[in-house]
């Protein structure tokens, strides 16, 4: 039950049990707006016709076409994070080269000629020109020698870097352990996983690698298809994830030896080290799980393929030692009881750990 009010001509407002309903405008066009759904009539005489305008709000559709964006977004987000994890280890160092110093910059012929020329004919007259020539020739002499003085100081100051340079090359590729370490040092600061060289015997060198939690690691969702084949976004599973944890510590541990193995051309193996960055316990320590622990000799990497393997085979590959820990039915990686290594323990005992867990 309800009723009708005309407000005006043309402008009637109807109330009923689904709410009130204003019309407005002439019959043969007329426009309801109000309870239900916005519709426009027309008709003359006994005969009307009523149509419904969109079962959706404009801002409804613009809403929603901005969560497929935003969905769009985040799955090319998802899927660049999964691919970067995959090619970690694919990343290409150039190999290290004996440095040469940068030839020196030539003396400035031109000022050195205008010095001595500007000299030679202070307080002789203009039109003395027997003197002013003879000053000349003279300013000219002494401009040459100046030009060979400074040529050969630039010389002998060019051959004493490269004496030092080369100094330091033979010390790199006898793998002194001192200038190895340096090396590596200078090499390792802008590395997305914070990497320490800890020592070097004989042509090998023991490395460490920090890495976060898997949790840190890893994207919490995958970008995938509906049945339909729309986009979705589903929550990667334990198995998933897992699988991925390793294609990510294994990668930074290949790619840290790649890089050491580049900038220092004598080494021939690498034993890498990889722990887990936890955080700190109550006393304020860093606690830092090992996760895995290989070696890897130079040579076996040669003839990889780097674009078409993933990490995990490579190195179950070309290490000829491996100690890492699974558990579960996902096969996570554990942290290692380093109890039974004592060897690892005195490795991981030599890295300030602080600094590194500053640097992560």
């Known amino acids: 039950m309800g009723f009708s009010v005309k407000l005006a001509p043309g402008v009637r407002v109807r109330a009923s049990s689904r709410g009130v309903r204003t019309s407005i405008g002439p019959r043969a066009a007329r426009v309801h707006i109000g309870g239900g759904r916005t519709g426009i009539s027309t008709g003359a005489g006994p005969v009307s016709l009523y149509t419904s305008i969109g079962g959706r709000s404009p801002q409804t559709a613009y809403q929603r076409q901005l969560a497929q964006q935003d969905r769009a977004s985040r799955a090319q987000y998802l899927a660049d994070a999964f691919l970067r994890i995959l090619n970690l280890h694919r990343v290409d160092f150039p190999l290290a080269e004996r440095p040469v110093a940068p030839e020196s910059a030539a003396p400035d012929t031109a000022a050195i000629y205008q010095h001595y020329g500007k000299q030679a004919l202070a307080g002789i007259g203009l039109f003395k020109r027997a003197d002013r020539a003879a000053a000349k020739r003279q300013a000219e002499a002494?401009?040459?020698?100046?030009?060979?003085?400074?040529?050969?100081?630039?010389?002998?100051?060019?051959?004493?870097?490269?004496?030092?340079?080369?100094?330091?090359?033979?010390?790199?590729?006898?793998?002194?352990?001192?200038?190895?370490?340096?090396?590596?040092?200078?090499?390792?600061?802008?590395?997305?996983?914070?990497?320490?060289?800890?020592?070097?015997?004989?042509?090998?060198?023991?490395?460490?690698?920090?890495?976060?939690?898997?949790?840190?690691?890893?994207?919490?969702?995958?970008?995938?298809?509906?049945?339909?084949?729309?986009?979705?976004l589903k929550k990667i599973t334990q198995s998933a994830r897992s699988d991925y944890y390793k294609q990510f510590v294994y990668g930074q541990a290949l790619v840290t030896l790649r890089e050491a193995f580049a900038v220092a051309?004598?080494?021939?193996?690498?034993?890498?080290?990889?722990?887990?960055?936890?955080?700190?316990?109550?006393?304020?320590?860093?606690?830092?799980?090992?996760?895995?622990?290989?070696?890897?000799?130079?040579?076996?990497?040669?003839?990889?393929?780097?674009?078409?393997?993933?990490?995990?085979?490579?190195?179950?590959?070309?290490?000829?030692?491996?100690?890492?820990?699974?558990?579960?039915?996902?096969?996570?990686?554990?942290?290692?009881?380093?109890?039974?290594?004592?060897?690892?323990?005195?490795?991981?005992?030599?890295?300030?750990?602080?600094?590194?867990?500053?640097?992560?």
């Open 142 to 232: 002494r401009a040459e020698a100046e030009t060979a003085r400074q040529w050969a100081v630039l010389k002998d100051q060019q051959a004493q870097w490269q004496a030092e340079l080369d100094r330091q090359w033979q010390l790199l590729i006898a793998n002194d352990p001192g200038t190895v370490l340096q090396t590596l040092a200078a090499a390792f600061e802008d590395n997305e996983a914070p990497s320490a060289a800890v020592g070097v015997d004989g042509g090998e060198v023991s490395l460490v690698v920090l890495v976060p939690p898997a949790d840190q690691a890893i994207p919490d969702q995958m970008p995938g298809r509906t049945a339909a084949g729309n986009l979705s």
């Open 265 to 360: 051309p004598g080494l021939s193996g690498g034993r890498v080290v990889v722990l887990r960055n936890d955080g700190r316990d109550p006393y304020g320590c860093p606690v830092v799980p090992c996760l895995a622990a290989v070696s890897v000799r130079r040579q076996a990497l040669d003839g990889i393929r780097w674009h078409e393997a993933d990490a995990i085979d490579i190195l179950n590959a070309a290490a000829h030692e491996s100690l890492i820990v699974q558990k579960g039915r996902s096969k996570e990686l554990a942290p290692v009881d380093l109890a039974a290594e004592p060897d690892i323990a005195a490795l991981v005992q030599a890295v300030d750990l602080d600094e590194l867990a500053g640097a992560g």
